[in-house]
């Protein structure tokens, strides 16, 4: 039961958090250390201060600089499209103008890149950073990521792939359901996006219960989600739904056929999950369920 907390590190697009986390964790402030300057620099991206980001850059030597551990990608999962754009100039990636549009939501500069391609130049400017299996940082990804409905539906109309899949990140669809991005999620469903496709093991309705959202969670439902599907270790999305403690999610899972008995590989239903973390709400609506 308690290994989805380590898989969502490896995994969730709440990039920013987990860098805090981590650069906070590193730091050796119980120890009275003072931070490295690559630790302070990742925990500014992670939350977008540019004048932070700026400031710890001069501090650290160019070459070194672009060395900092994976910061490509870091900077790509910073919520300021200011801060990519800065460490993508200084650095010298390879994150391009269509990256950053998307993080900003920029619908005209959008257009205005894609509208200068012929359709080859599209599909590569619409892959670029997106690398199966293992991750994504598609311009797509990264507008969903940030919210940002136009720019979705912009991309989607030079032919944005819906259902990218990866391992390592969500899909459009997971992505949007569990940051509860409404919005978005219709249009993805709308432009074909696979309602149950679980390339890491979880589907959008799986993210939506975790995420505890029921609005999220009922479009997909809709839309012909099975709350019945599970992982390898035999978790569905009414244990996401009992873990998470969203009671809403949980009578929307129940009301469209999800099955309360159903166990995971360690013998666990929804009710022990929502026991185990104390969510009463969530165990009066499985117990009265179960009684009935």
């Not at 359901?177 to 996006?193: D, F, N, S």
Request: aromatic share 6%.
């Amino acid at each position: 039961m308690k290994d989805l907390n380590m898989i969502r590190i490896l995994t969730s697009t709440l990039v920013c958090t987990v860098l805090v986390l981590f650069a906070h964790d590193t730091s050796g402030d119980d120890k009275g250390e003072t931070p490295s300057a690559e630790e302070q620099l990742l925990k500014a991206v992670a939350c977008g201060n540019l004048v932070e980001v700026k400031k710890i850059a001069t501090t650290i030597d160019l070459d070194q600089l672009s060395k900092v551990t994976n910061l490509s990608y870091h900077a790509l999962a910073s919520p300021n499209a200011d801060v990519v754009e800065f460490l993508r100039n200084t650095c010298d990636f390879s994150i391009t103008d269509l990256q950053i549009a998307a993080i900003r939501g920029d619908v005209t500069r959008i257009k205005h890149i894609l509208g200068k391609l012929d359709q080859k130049g599209r599909t590569s400017a619409l892959a670029a950073w997106y690398g199966p299996p293992i991750s994504s940082y598609s311009p797509l990804a990264l507008a969903v990521r940030n919210g940002h409905a136009d720019a979705v539906g912009r991309l989607i109309a030079f032919g944005a792939n819906v259902n990218e899949a990866a391992h390592y990140t969500f899909t459009p669809l997971a992505n949007a359901a569990e940051r509860g991005h409404v919005r978005i999620v219709k249009r993805l469903l709308k432009a074909g996006a696979n309602v149950n496709s679980a390339p890491d093991g979880y589907t959008a309705l799986m993210r939506a219960c975790w995420g505890r959202q029921p609005k999220a969670a009922r479009l997909l439902l809709q839309d012909g989600a099975d709350p019945n599907l599970k992982r390898h270790d035999g978790q569905r999305a009414l244990h996401f739904a009992a873990k998470s403690g969203s009671a809403e999610c949980v009578k929307l899972l129940l009301k469209h056929g999800a099955n309360i008995s159903a166990v995971t590989n360690s013998k666990d239903t929804a009710l022990t999950n929502a026991e185990f973390y104390k969510h009463e709400d969530v165990v009066k609506i499985l117990r009265a369920k179960k009684s009935d």
